[in-house]
T-cell receptor, first 113, second 114 residues
Framework: EPEVTQTPSHQVTQMGQEVILRCVPI?????FYWYRQILGQKVEFLVSFYNNEISEKSEIFDDQFSVERPDGSNFTLKIRSTKLEDSAMYFC???????????FGPGTRLTVT | AQSVSQHNHHVILSEAASLELGCNYS??????LFWYVQYPGQHLQLLLK??????LVKGIKGFEAEFIKSKFSFNLRKPSVQWSDTAEYFC????????????FGAGTILRVKS
């Protein structure tokens, strides 16, 4: 069964550094999402992406964040200058048409020191 | 703004006990409803979903949920839990339009004692 994959599984970075989190959505899916979960808190929506542009973003998704689909398979989340409070589990998700359930990847645990 | 409330943060049950996890949402429009499960060390997996039709939906592993529109609720149930059901359970909602974000509840950690 096709799965969403994410790399790396764990990323440790220093405050102020740039990080890129990578996701490979399921191949025939058209809608892509990033969510994050700070330890002990709920899963929060960051951004949705369709047709090579952002379709919706939350207030968390400020100028420090960007997303890109650099080729036909990858979907990336970049954080330009990481802060301590960016430490969280970041989940990528995708779905084929936007109207069905979202399929989640295993997550990348980002630790900012 | 949409919000999702899950009533219990931690639930501890013995094997064979019945389970009901509460979920209420606040949104006036038509919504899709989901329960996701996250087993220890694994990613979020869909347990079941409601889009329309029969408000009693059955999912994987013997789980079911009932959508009660008048109560804005979508409670998850299982008649007899197993040790392997130990996991965190998330209720989530999105709107009917395409490409809409999921709004998650805070999650309920279920521990089943063998």
């Amino acid at each position: 069964e096709p799965e969403v994959t994410q790399t790396p599984s764990h990323q440790v970075t220093q405050m102020g550094q740039e990080v890129i989190l990578r996701c490979v959505p399921i191949s025939n899916h058209l809608y892509f999402y990033w969510y994050r979960q700070i330890l002990g808190q709920k899963v929060e929506f960051l951004v949705s992406f369709y047709n090579n542009e952002i379709s919706e973003k939350s207030e968390i998704f400020d100028d420090q964040f960007s997303v890109e689909r650099p080729d036909g398979s990858n979907f990336t989340l970049k954080i330009r200058s990481t802060k301590l409070e960016d430490s969280a589990m970041y989940f990528c998700a995708s779905n084929p048409t936007g109207a069905y359930e979202q399929y989640f990847g295993p997550g990348t645990r980002l630790t900012v020191t | 703004a949409q919000s999702v409330s899950q009533h219990n943060h931690h639930v501890i049950l013995s094997e064979a006990a019945s389970l009901e996890l509460g979920c209420n949402y606040s949104y006036g429009g038509t919504v899709n409803l989901f329960w996701y499960v996250q087993y220890p060390g694994q990613h979020l997996q869909l347990l079941l979903k409601y889009f329309s039709g029969d408000p009693l939906v059955k999912g994987i592993k013997g789980f079911e949920a009932e959508f009660i529109k008048s109560k804005f609720s979508f409670n998850l149930r299982k008649p007899s839990v197993q040790w392997s059901d130990t996991a965190e359970y998330f209720c989530a909602v999105n709107r009917m339009e395409y490409g809409n974000k999921l709004v998650f509840g805070a999650g309920t950690i279920l521990r089943v004692k063998s």
